[in-house]
């Protein structure tokens, strides 16, 4: 009787769930705020121009912020993390 009386909890719990409709649109604009359309010579987050391009990303040497670029080949980013050192081949 105590497990049917947890079961009844746990689906009336469920039942005042809260159902958000995802939107096309609101998706793509969240996403392109994620990415920068090219590279830059600056950080968008600190300002700093001790930046480093790298294939799928502008890594910046002075707070440590990626941002991902929109069209790169995260294969690249692979290949080049690889042979440069920043991870061990698996």
Known sequence: MNG???MRKT???GANGKVVRLSPERFLARA???FLPAPTDQCEKCGSTF???EPAFVHC???GKMARLADASLLDQELFELR???RIAS
């Open 4 to 6: 049917s009386l947890a």
């Open 11 to 13: 689906v009336q719990a």
């Open 32 to 34: 392109a705020r994620r």
């Open 51 to 53: 930046v480093a391009r």
């Open 61 to 63: 040497r002075y707070c």
């Open 84 to 86: 440069s050192g920043l």
